[in-house]
């Protein structure tokens, strides 16, 4: 199999390694922070100019007409910077939904301000009892005339705060957990009877806590069918898992350089620690274990739009479990090679770990896809 990029996909690493390189180092991604968003407008402004909002979209709505493959790129270099901007929530999550599931004229009416940077989404799905079932959705939504009225509660909605619109799951039939009578929703973010409570999360991103209550949403502002919407939002939770093993490759990637050439710099007994053969071994096991990340960050690149459920399913939680796993690794050794200051605010390493354990536990953290993998008898099925 080549795993060569082609031309175009060259063009697309060397203009966004440019871009990260030139706009995103660490103090400036701390300005960042510190906007009030929790990230930089003028730098998703420049995201949207480069054509990457709409990478993934249709040439009809604005976009690019491309696929995983040009995602992980992108994701991989914000995972090296650290990038703060709600590119998964609005692109990936929120965009895969209305891309892979809405009307015509939804797509025509929400992607191609997406792609121009104009609006931001966020996905709300998860609830305060669902921990990492899909189906687990207690919000519900009843019929009222030619419209629907939501009421529940949502929970760590990814720039939940900052969004303009809010792609909501509720239950339109059905028990808690059943599979069917799941419906999504495209949800004003101001709309009467929405709150949000916006918070730092532990990787200094931020995400909000949605309540619900008598939410009115008009019929056409339903994604599909009402009820079916399960698969999708299994569809995209998968590509979304695809893309967070990208950025967690290059978080981990650029975690191990900046612990190398601390070990060269660092000087103990007159001599830089690097020199200490004890410490030389840990940092090749540091890369081994990014390698191995990189790899099942290109399976799981593959497998995302795999058609075949239960394959897909199993290809993506053995990827979650080896970036999980790695990234823990890679993350805890950088920080113990670098000493105390590898615990301060002041040493972006620190900061790498913070990420990954984020990264670690959205979607599913490596021990409960690793149970979810031998469930479904391993990767490879052995019957077959």
């Not at 419906?183 to 949000?196: E, I, K, S, Y």
């Not at 190398?260 to 410490?279: N, P, T, W």
């Not at 670098?338 to 770990?353: A, D, N, Q, R, W």
């Amino acid at each position: 199999m080549d795993f060569d990029f082609t031309d175009e996909q060259r063009m697309l690493k060397d203009s966004v390694d440019r871009l990260v390189k030139d706009e995103y180092s660490f103090e400036q991604r701390a300005r960042y922070l510190a906007e009030p968003d929790g990230f930089s407008r003028a730098q998703w402004a420049r995201y949207a100019s480069m054509g990457l909002l709409g990478l993934t979209f249709a040439d009809d709505f604005g976009g690019s007409g491309c696929g995983p493959v040009e995602t992980m790129i992108v994701m991989e270099a914000f995972g090296r910077a650290l990038v703060v901007e709600p590119y998964l929530a609005t692109v990936v999550l929120s965009g895969g939904c209305i891309r892979l599931g809405s009307s015509v004229a939804q797509r025509e009416a929400i992607l191609p301000l997406i792609a121009d940077g104009s609006l931001l989404m966020a996905f709300a799905h998860a609830e305060p009892q669902s921990r990492y079932d899909l189906a687990d959705v207690a919000t519900t939504a009843r019929r009222d005339g030619d419209a629907w009225v939501l009421d529940g509660a949502k929970r760590v909605v990814i720039h939940g705060g900052s969004a303009d619109k809010l792609i909501v799951s509720a239950r339109v039939s059905g028990g808690r957990r059943d599979r069917d009578g799941i419906a999504l929703f495209v949800v004003d973010a101001h709309a009467p009877g929405l709150t949000r409570r916006e918070y730092l999360t532990q990787d200094r991103l931020r995400a909000a806590d949605i309540e619900l209550s008598g939410v009115r949403v008009n019929n056409a502002d339903v994604i599909g069918v009402a009820g079916e919407a399960l698969p999708l939002i299994e569809t995209v939770v998968a590509q979304a898992i695809a893309a967070l093993c990208a950025e967690a490759v290059g978080s981990m990637a650029a975690a191990h350089d900046e612990t190398v050439e601390y070990l060269k710099v660092r000087k103990q007994f007159g001599v830089a620690i690097g020199s200490f053969q004890a410490l030389q071994h840990r940092a090749v096991d540091m890369l081994v274990m990014v390698e191995q990340a990189r790899s099942m960050a290109l399976f799981a690149t593959m497998m995302s739009e795999e058609p075949d459920v239960d394959e897909r399913g199993r290809s993506l939680a053995a990827a979650k479990v080896q970036i999980g796993r790695a990234g823990r690794f890679v993350g805890q050794q950088g920080v113990q090679l670098h000493g105390g200051i590898g615990m301060t605010e002041e040493c972006k390493v620190g900061h790498y770990l913070r990420r990954l354990s984020v990264i670690d536990i959205l979607f599913g953290a490596a021990e409960h896809h690793l149970t979810q993998l031998a469930s479904a008898g391993g990767l490879i099925d052995a019957a077959a």
